[in-house]
């Protein structure tokens, strides 16, 4: 057993029923606190929150590992989420957040001698061909439970400690870190610093942006992987660029997963090339703990065309508050920005056509607007170039795109730019090889995007997953190029 050398105390939510399995939660709690980490278990609940869905997910989501354990009854389900139960429902949260889950199911005896509901037998069936580690255990003897969960639960604690990932510290381990926030870079003498407090400071802007949605955008990437991983990654030699980008850092993290797990995929790394335009993959991917195929750096692009001073209100404007205080040449700037997209567009180039190799570009845009034919807006000017420069190339366009900024529309108070216009976008969508790939909630606000779509000869195959609804859609363009 690894010791805890920098303190770190591991949060694991104990998820099973609890009318037939009182005995082995407490059997599990008591393997946690031995093991000196923290147990999450509905008994220590509010009562008023024992049924609280988002409270319950919330738990999930700050867990570092969620252990189920299931026997034969099924339990409580949850109404809003189709009335799978409970233990079914923290297992979808726990997926789609990225904690690490472990499932310890009765004996086929126990099974044997049981009417079980049909909704336990598929979760059961689902849990087995995912790839959750998982165990048997007799419910006749919870004391046969508390052995295997305490070997699987110190192997995956191990596995966080290795990295080291997760966790809870003592906040006086911090104290230092946490005065950064007070720090004035502009107070600074040293150049160095001063550039690193910028930087730290981006960093907490991107953190923040990455938690919205987060759930959604890791079933993204997930369902991404799970229809295309074999005939995108292993049949064809390939060259991935991934934007910038929070949706496009959750597929890239899902691309690092696959790389680092998948035997097949460690068979042919000689035909992998990754291009990483945002900074957080880039760091991910420098440390990970096996040797993968070429990963190259292009978080240089894109370069502002024009002088930074004129921050987001450059270019083709629309609806910037401050636009009238600028004095500037737009001819000038127009002819800056022109020689901006094709540096990008030439790079990109290099990068994805190449020959005998599929060429794949992964973006995302900030909203698409149903009242202009669902045209791109994104918030930055420097990204409308950034965009326009992979749209001239010949790769496969794969777009990332959550429900809810799909129908949207900035309001009048943000900086926003249209990409193009709603007769250019739909040529692009008619003559280039796209994907779209979504999710949500609610697969209502979606409808009128799918017919849209289906107007215009895509495909799409809708998946589910619990209370998030994802789906892929695709042109016959990018069919015949990618699949």
Known sequence: MKTQIDGRLYQIFVSSTTRDLAAHRQAVVEVINGQNNIP??????????????????????????????????????????????????????????????????????????????????????????????????????????????????????????????????????????????????????????????????????????????????????????????????????????????????????????ILETDDALRKVPEIIKIYLNGVFAKIIFDLRRYQLPAVIDVTYLPKPPISPQYGKTIGVLKDVPDVNKLDYDSNALRKDADDGINLVTNKIKECLEQQESLGIAIIAFGGLDANDGFAPYILEYKNVLFKHAIFRTKTNKIILQTSGKINFRPTRSDAYYRVFDSKMWEEILLSQPVCFVSGGYLEDKCKNFHEFLKKRGFIIEPFESGEIWTYVAYNNLFRDSAL
């Open 40 to 257: 999450i278990n509905m008994e220590t609940f509010a009562a008023s929150s024992q049924k609280n869905v988002s409270y319950i997910a919330d738990k999930v989501r700050k867990s570092d590992i969620l252990v189920l354990i299931i026997g034969t009854f099924i339990g409580g389900v949850v109404k809003e989420c189709g009335r799978i139960s409970f233990t079914e429902y923290e297992y979808n949260i726990a997926q789609a957040a990225g904690v690490k889950c472990i499932a310890f199911i009765a004996d086929d005896e126990d099974f044997e001698k049981s009417n079980t509901d049909k909704r336990l037998t598929r979760f059961i069936t689902r849990i087995k061909t995912q790839g959750t580690f998982y165990r048997h255990f007799s419910m006749a003897k919870p004391e046969s439970l508390a052995v295997v969960v305490q070997q699987g639960l110190q192997s995956e604690i191990d596995a966080l400690r290795d990295v080291p990932k997760g966790g809870w510290v003592h906040s006086s381990r911090f104290d230092e870190i946490n005065t950064l926030g007070h720090l004035d870079p502009e107070q600074s003498k040293s150049r160095t610093f001063t550039h690193i407090l910028q930087r730290l400071k981006a960093f907490e802007a991107l953190t923040k942006r990455s938690n919205i949605d987060s759930e959604i955008k890791a079933a993204i990437a997930k369902v991404f992987f799970d229809r295309f991983k074999t005939r995108l990654i292993i049949d064809k030699k390939h060259n991935i660029f991934i934007e910038a980008g929070s949706s496009c850092d959750f597929l890239a993290i899902e691309l690092l997963h």
